[in-house]
């Protein structure tokens, strides 16, 4: 017998009952484990009578029949742990009106008539399933489709007979549009902002639309359209004049975002030098810094040398954090390698770069003085 469930049994006398039918005695010798009625009647005229067991723990009991008369009956019932069904995953979450897939799964295999689910949803208005599934003929699994309709979270439950039940969470969060929390650009410079969604772009793509506060400080295109299936997009932000603005982004079935920007004209510096000289085989520390403090999310720079024959610098990138201009904190290292000239530039989207002409000399000799 299955733990949890209940299973009858049939008592059998060797001829049919008499008039007032026979009583039989019931008994389990581990009742914590299966128990049954303390009687059944077998009704007159009748040979046998069924009676329900209830398989409570496991574990192993004998259940005995006796009537004074007649040798008593024994059977040895064994309760095992019932097969389980599950869902996975175990946490979905989705944005409104979309649709996730679960897969069912069943510790053991599907008999030839398949092994049919019911499935609810403890808040159908919230997220719906169908009413029931099956896994087929010597299968262990199968899938079923949940529609997220409304805000909040549900449990789905995965109901069969004789089965332990399976449960999943579903999250119902809104579709959203995402931008960085603020853009910092120089005017007549570009730069490219990302673009989130929370939930890939529906079939045919999603057009999404901006609108700028104020075209006369920071403008941006008027659409651009996300392919289906991606979630991830870019578009172009102009500075136009020094000042503050905001870029609405909407799109429809999404929350819009807002992106406050700030445009002013900052410039990269290397050191507070107009050149740099050093010999071959010699490093020099330089501080990058910028004319205005870093705006939210801070600023990567990219640092290159025209000619890495001549002359190199470490590292490539590196990050001015939010707030900050440098401080004497934010070192590259140029390296002289070859004698010869070109330039090291340092640059960031958006923002004024630095061009510094740089010159590597021939090794530096040291010289004693008699």
């Known amino acids: 017998a299955i733990k949890g469930a209940s299973k009858n049994f049939t008592v059998t006398l060797p001829?049919?009952?008499?008039?007032?039918?026979?009583?039989?005695?019931?008994?389990?010798?581990?009742?914590?484990?299966?128990?049954?009625?303390?009687?059944?009647?077998?009704?007159?005229?009748?040979?046998?009578?069924?009676?329900?067991?209830?398989?409570?723990?496991?574990?192993?009991?004998?259940?005995?029949?006796s009537?004074?008369?007649?040798?008593?009956?024994?059977?040895?019932?064994?309760?095992?742990?019932?097969?389980?069904?599950?869902?996975?995953?175990?946490?979905?979450?989705?944005?409104?009106?979309?649709?996730?897939a679960l897969t069912l799964q069943s510790s053991v295999a599907a008999d030839a008539s398949g092994i049919t689910v019911n499935v609810s949803s403890s808040d159908p208005g919230m997220a719906t399933v169908p009413a029931s599934v099956t896994i087929p003929a010597g299968a262990t699994s199968t899938t079923l489709t949940v529609n997220a309709l409304a805000l909040g979270t549900a449990t789905v439950t995965a109901q069969a007979t004789d089965f332990a039940s399976g449960v999943a969470t579903v999250t119902v969060r809104p579709t959203s549009l995402n931008l960085p929390t603020g853009a910092l650009v120089?005017?007549?410079?570009?730069?490219?902002?990302?673009?989130?969604?929370s939930d890939p772009a529906p079939a045919g793509g999603l057009v999404v639309?901006?609108?700028?506060?104020?075209?006369?400080?920071?403008?941006?295109?008027?659409?651009?359209?996300?392919?289906?299936?991606?979630?991830?997009a870019n578009f172009l932000l102009t500075g136009v004049a020094a000042g503050v603005a905001s870029?609405?982004?909407?799109?429809?079935?999404?929350?819009?975002?807002?992106?406050?920007?700030?445009?002013?004209?900052?410039?990269?510096?290397?050191?507070?030098?107009?050149?740099?000289?050093?010999?071959?085989?010699?490093?020099?520390?330089?501080?990058i810094t910028l004319s205005r403090p870093a705006p939210v999310g801070g600023v990567t720079i990219d640092l290159a040398v025209v000619d890495a024959s001549k002359a190199t610098v470490s590292p490539s990138t590196l990050t001015i954090a939010e707030g900050q201009t440098s401080g004497g904190v934010v070192l590259a290292t140029v390296l002289g390698v070859a004698k010869g000239s070109t330039t090291l530039t340092a640059s960031a989207p958006?923002?004024?770069?630095?061009?510094?002409p740089l010159t590597v000399t021939g090794k530096a000799n040291l010289k004693f003085d008699a």
């Open 209 to 232: 639309t901006f609108v700028s506060s104020n075209t006369a400080i920071a403008t941006a295109p008027a659409s651009i359209t996300i392919p289906e299936g991606q979630i991830n």
């Open 186 to 197: 120089a005017p007549g410079l570009n730069r490219s902002i990302p673009l989130v969604l």
């Open 67 to 100: 009537k004074v008369g007649f040798v008593s009956g024994q059977a040895q019932v064994t309760v095992i742990a019932p097969p389980t069904l599950k869902l996975t995953p175990a946490s979905t979450t989705l944005g409104v009106g979309r649709t996730a």
């Open 350 to 356: 958006g923002l004024n770069a630095a061009s510094v």
């Open 247 to 287: 870029i609405t982004a909407t799109a429809s079935g999404y929350q819009s975002a807002v992106l406050p920007v700030t445009v002013e004209s900052v410039t990269i510096s290397i050191g507070g030098v107009s050149s740099i000289s050093l010999p071959e085989e010699i490093s020099q520390t330089y501080a």
């Open 15 to 65: 001829y049919a009952a008499p008039s007032g039918g026979v009583v039989v005695t019931l008994v389990s010798s581990v009742p914590t484990v299966a128990s049954v009625p303390a009687t059944v009647t077998v009704t007159e005229g009748q040979s046998s009578a069924t009676f329900l067991l209830t398989a409570i723990d496991l574990g192993t009991t004998v259940i005995t029949a």
